[in-house]
Each structure stands twice: as C-alpha cells, then as structure tokens.
C-alpha cells in the first residue's frame, strides 16, 4: 500500500482521484472504480502497490509491438485491478477481482526487485500489461524510474484511459505502448466498457507527439465492433492524427474466454481481412491480424514493393530486413530497433 500521487484532499474528508479520466469522488472508505485505491481518512492509498499478480517474460510480439526490438523479450508485470469493465475482457480474473472491496491478491515483489529480475533475466525491456498499468501508477513508475537509469526500457499496454496528469508523469519515462481503441462509437465504451472514448484518443494523440513509440489494437468482435465503417473511422483517425506508419492490430475475440460475452461466436476470418484491406485503402503502411496465427497476415511486408521483410510464425520470428530497411528496395520499415 502505498499513498497515491494523484488525487486532491476536498471538504468533510472526501478525495478526488485524479489518475485516470473517471477522477472519482470518495468519500472515507469508499474504493475508486479500478477497485484499488482507497480514501483511508481522507487520504488516497493505492493498495496493489508492488503486489505483482504476474512477472512473466513475454515475446515482444505478444504485446502485440511488432516494430518495437522486433524477436526481443520483456519482463511483463500486472497488479490486480481495472479502471474499465469491458465485457470481453480476456484477464478478467485478475482484472475485475478487487471490485468493489475485495480483497488484494498478488505476490509482494519490490520495484528494486523487478528491475534486478530485468537485468539477470536479459530482457531489454519491461512491460506493464495483462491488467491496466494506470491503476498502478505508483509501482509502475517507481519501477520506470529505476529501470531508465539500469538502460531497460518500458512499455506500456494499457486501455488508454489514462488522465493527462498520469500521461505527464509516465511520459518522460515511457519507451513505447501498445493501446486499445476498442471502437471508435462513445455508446460502445460506455455500453461495453464503462468509459468513453475520447480520453483514449486523447492519450493516443498526446502518445505520438511525445515520439513515443505507438502500436494499436483493435479486438473485432462479431455485432458490437466489427463494422465497414467502424473499420474505416478508426484507419482514418489512424492514419491523420497519429501517421500511417502507426501499426495497427486487428485482434479476434474469443467467447468462450470473455467476462460477460459467452454468447458470441469468434470473429469470422472475413471480417478481420476486411478490416485489413480497408486499413490497406485508406493507406496505413502496416495493418495485422492477430490470434489467428496465419503467417501471412501477422508478417512485415515492404509497404513499397510487397517483400517480406519479418516471418512471424507465432511468436517465432525471422527477419529479412536490412537494419530497419527493405532488403529489396530500401525503403525504411519503421522499426525501433535499439
């Protein structure tokens, strides 16, 4: 447990978060959303701090960050906690399980810890995924401060509800992300996920122009975000706000793993390529598929002249690029390789 670093102290002990754009208003006792922080008497406390529910090496590609350290591995953290509830939540175990006042899982591992878990394992990065890093500000940045100064980099893989406070903390230390844009529909966030969506594009925009390395996904889910237009609004905003050399993933959901949508069948291959070739039209320089495991839809192709420049087999991955660059025509494939 630890005290939060953004919330303000307001009249008859209540506080207000100031973490993610929910900025709750607690009164004593009362647990934010995310089902984490806590106001004990008049004072915010984020009580996942440094009690890691996973410390996993992942690929990188698993993130998914394709043109990131491409066939490298990361240290892959998580707390318990959420500030979204997305019916198709995949982690929902571990990211619906403190709400609204149960108890906080996880294994007590230090920041100082998980950074010396870094080095001795060899990872060049690490990465705050599986539930949503904004909820553990306080560990995931003392941890980014840490891991900056031992030469690690860090990854955010996050929903992107994420306040401006939060994004001018975490930035500075902040190497690349991987964000969510589950739909480009506010009644979908709020319906769906107990959000909205223009915090998230607002975290998206403020991502690119801070330089920082930035993938998208997206989960297709059959009825709810699997439309023409969907597909289009997205690559369009896509391509003019954050640059066509700006990834984007097209994931298939899953029923049978989700929170609340058991109802729903997997999303049909023809929508995916669909949503592929729309991204292709509308001129993104790389658009994937995703746990689908087809060679050819999850490989890097020169967007110039077609060839194949990374293999990725799962996560099994062989390049064929020249240092970042096209081995036929030279054309640069926007890797971060260092």
């Not at 553990?136 to 509800?161: C, H, P, Q, R, T």
């Not at 319906?191 to 594009?201: I, S, T």
């Not at 729903?264 to 746990?291: A, F, Q």
């Amino acid at each position: 447990m630890k005290e939060s670093y953004l919330y303000e102290k307001l009249e008859n002990g209540v506080v207000r978060c100031r973490t993610c754009p929910h900025y709750c208003l607690l009164p004593s006792g009362k647990r934010g959303i995310c089902g984490v922080r806590e106001n004990k008497e008049g004072r915010l406390f984020a009580l996942n701090y440094a009690m890691a529910v996973a410390a996993d090496i992942d690929p990188i590609e698993k993130k998914p960050l394709f043109h990131f350290l491409p066939g490298s591995k990361s240290l892959s953290i998580a707390t318990v906690g959420c500030n979204l509830r997305c019916q198709n939540c995949q982690n929902w175990e571990i990211s619906q399980s403190p709400k609204p006042d149960k108890e906080i899982i996880g294994e007590k591992i230090s920041p100082e810890e998980i950074v010396a878990m870094a080095i001795d394992s060899g990872t060049p990065t690490i990465s705050y995924t599986y539930t949503e890093p904004t909820i553990f500000l306080e560990y995931a940045l003392d941890i980014m401060k840490l891991a900056k100064k031992s030469g690690l980099k860090n990854v955010w893989v996050s929903n992107g509800y994420t306040s401006e406070e939060t994004f001018d903390f975490i930035s500075p230390f902040l190497d690349a992300a991987n964000i969510d844009l589950k739909s480009f529909s506010d009644d979908f966030y709020i319906k769906v996920c107990g959000a909205r969506l223009k915090p998230v594009l607002d975290t998206l925009k403020r991502l690119k122009k801070k330089n920082i390395w930035l993938e998208i996904t997206t989960l297709v889910i059959p009825t709810l975000s699997d439309t023409k237009e969907m597909f289009k609004d997205i690559a369009r905003f896509i391509k003019n706000e954050l640059g066509p050399e700006t990834p984007w993933h097209l994931s298939q959901f899953s029923g049978k793993i989700s929170w609340q949508l058991h109802h729903l069948k997997d999303t049909p291959l023809k929508s995916l390529e669909m949503g592929l070739e729309i991204g292709k039209e509308i001129g993104l320089r790389y658009v994937y598929v995703g746990n689908v495991f087809d060679e050819s839809l999850e490989s890097t192709y020169c967007p110039n002249c077609n060839t194949l420049c990374i293999s990725r087999k799962g996560y099994f991955v062989e390049r064929y690029d020249d240092n970042g660059h096209c081995p036929k025509c030279g054309e640069p494939l926007d890797l971060v390789l260092r």
